[in-house]
């Protein structure tokens, strides 16, 4: 065995074990990141397509969502049910055949509605008008939290869910505004709809989808077992009956949320055959690789075996044959170079370890007093429906006001560093609801927002900072009404300016010039501080598609101009 082992250990075989080692590593490494690269690149197409399914089924949710907010909005705004709740609500008395002509209205649009399976309407003060053959009040057919949220919606279509008197069906409301009289409320429409309209077919074998209400309330399931997507809200996958699946979830604008769940293993479909390719291609490449290497390394040794040969016959003391070499390789030389490099490499390479230095992190915790928020709107609610009970509009309007500008505030949604510019003019809106409350016929306010600007993306809190500036520097030390003007207007294709404008007090040269001094350094305390906050916003969220991003201007006793730059699509998010 011995001797077996010594007789193919030369150094041809040893350069062609050398050459198939090496090659089986480059390979392996190879083949590794390549089926690496190509399961990631498979995985991702298939996520990417899973989630544009999900885009669609959460479109077409928010599709059939509308229908039946145009089928219900026909109901509500056709002239035979405008003029009778316009009667009701005059305190006029209708007749038995009046109300029977609401029949043939509510069934010619229900008829022509897919979904809706009944029409029920009610005044103003809860009483059934149709149908006829029911006199149920409605605070006795749904929990009245329902009313508040229809008068909240003013007119739009409000998703109810689950039916508590049939679980087959859905409902919906929606309040009744008088158009003749001034949008006054006339009263209730209640929609029932069938559990399948908002059932999703178009889905792969394997895959699960469910959709749930704004409640959060699963309205579709093509699985029956899943009921509950409180759990897939926190993941990306989930395992059901030992079976991992992705989860891909998808908020619609109407509040819908359609969750797909795929199994892992489809989205790696593909990758065993790639995997047997590349194996096999692997062996084509090493049978090739073998026979070049086995060649190679004979034209490199012949030499080396001619030159032993040479050395052997000199040993024997017989007369040495001149060899014929192709090449003359010092080979002696070089292997005794090589191995006393390796010794004092090997001597040299010894591995010293170190221990972990143990680094100390000193954590400062602060205790944050947190506040409800469903707390707080639900109570700002109650108080608002008890001053509006004791005639105290105005301070009800307040309540309102400020109810709104807390949820504005302190609301946290998927994207809340960003709103549409329709959002924040409402914020502002509030803000100066509440201001003229406190100030009276002090500060009078303009807002000037042109409709095809409302939907741009700014920044959450980043023109009610100024705005705040105008009334607190604006009017400070005046008697006189201040007038602070709030506009929004193009100043090129792709570019819009906001400008928050007051005729307070405005500033002279010395205190503008400390201002600005303080809006680019951020060094004062008091002054330019919210100016110098706004600026730095502008450049983290815009970077470098503004410039300076804000400007001021003032003059005293004329008033102060404040004017912000932003790009119309929006910054980096």
């Known amino acids: 065995m011995l001797s077996y082992l010594k007789k193919w250990n030369t150094l041809r075989n040893q350069i062609l074990v050398v050459f198939l080692f090496v090659m089986v590593i480059v390979l392996s490494l190879v083949s ?45 705004t056709n002239q035979e049910v405008q003029r009778l709740f316009e009667r009701i609500h005059g305190g006029e008395k209708v007749t038995f055949p009046e109300l029977q002509r609401l029949k043939s209205v509510v069934n010619n649009i229900q008829a022509n509605s ?18 006829l053959d029911s006199s149920m009040k409605m605070f006795q057919r749904l929990n009245v939290k329902w009313i508040y949220e229809a008068d909240r919606a003013k007119g739009r279509l409000v998703w109810i869910g689950e039916d508590p008197r049939n679980p087959q069906f859905y409902l919906a409301i929606r309040r009744i505004t008088l158009m003749e009289r001034h949008f006054a409320n006339g009263g209730y429409l209640l929609v029932r709809i069938y559990k399948p309209y ?78 047997f390719g590349i194996i096999f291609a692997g062996i084509i490449g090493m049978l090739v690789y073998f026979l070049c290497s086995l060649l190679l390394s004979t034209i490199i040794t012949r030499p080396i075996v001619q030159l032993t040969k040479t050395m052997r016959l000199a ?33 040299l390479i010894k591995m010293v370890y170190q221990k972990e230095i143990v680094r100390s992190q000193s954590e400062l915790k602060a205790l944050q007093a947190q506040i409800n928020p469903h707390f707080l709107y639900n109570t700002l609610e109650s108080l608002r429906w008890s001053l509006e009970e004791k005639g105290e509009e105005e301070l009800a309007d307040v309540v309102v006001s400020m109810s709104e500008l807390f949820r504005y505030t302190i609301s946290r949604n998927v994207n809340d560093d960003w709103v549409t510019l329709k959002e924040e003019f409402r914020h502002i809106e509030n803000y100066m609801d509440i201001i003229k409350f406190r100030f009276g016929d002090r500060i009078k306010w303009h807002l000037s927002l042109p ?87 502008l450049q983290l969220y815009y970077k470098k598609e503004t410039s300076d991003g804000i400007t001021i201007d003032s003059h005293k006793n004329k008033g102060t101009k404040v004017t912000i730059r932003i790009p119309v699509n929006g910054g980096e998010k």
Not at 37 to 59: D, F, H, P
Not at 114 to 131: C, H, M, R
Not at 210 to 233: A, R, W
Not at 317 to 337: G, Q, W, Y
């Open 32 to 76: 590794m990141i390549t089926l690496k690269q190509v399961s990631l690149l498979i995985r991702n197409n298939a996520e990417n397509q899973i989630k544009q399914t999900a885009i669609e089924a959460s479109g077409r949710i928010d599709s059939l969502f509308e229908q039946l907010n145009t089928a219900t909005k026909f109901v509500m």
């Open 114 to 131: 897919e979904g809706i399976y009944s029409v029920e309407l009610y005044t103003e003060d809860l009483k059934q008008v149709f149908p």
């Open 198 to 275: 908002f059932a999703i077919t178009e889905v792969n074998t394997g895959q699960y989808v469910l959709v749930s209400d704004p409640e959060g309330k699963v309205i579709f399931s093509n699985n029956s077992s899943l009921t509950d997507v409180s759990s897939l809200n926190q993941r990306s996958a989930t395992v059901i009956n030992q079976t991992e699946y992705m989860v891909t979830k998808q908020s619609s604008n109407k509040g819908f949320t359609v969750f797909i769940l795929t199994p892992v293993s489809a989205l790696t479909k593909g990758v065993n055959s790639i995997r």
């Open 315 to 347: 040993n024997e003391r017989l007369l040495t044959v001149d060899p014929k070499m192709v090449t003359v390789n010092e080979i002696r030389e070089l292997n005794s170079t090589y191995n006393q490099l390796v010794r004092e490499t090997n001597h």
């Open 451 to 537: 409709e095809e600007w409302e939907n741009v993306k700014i920044p959450k809190l980043l023109i009610q900072p100024l705005v705040e500036n105008a009334v607190v520097h604006g009017s400070e030390n005046r008697s006189a009404p201040c007038t602070i003007i709030v506009a929004v207007k193009p100043v090129s294709d792709r570019h819009l300016e906001i400008m928050v404008e007051d005729d307070g007090v405005g500033m002279d040269e010395e205190r503008l010039e400390a201002v600005k001094q303080a809006m680019h350094t951020g060094e004062a305390k008091g002054k330019g501080m919210a100016l110098y906050n706004v600026k730095k916003r």
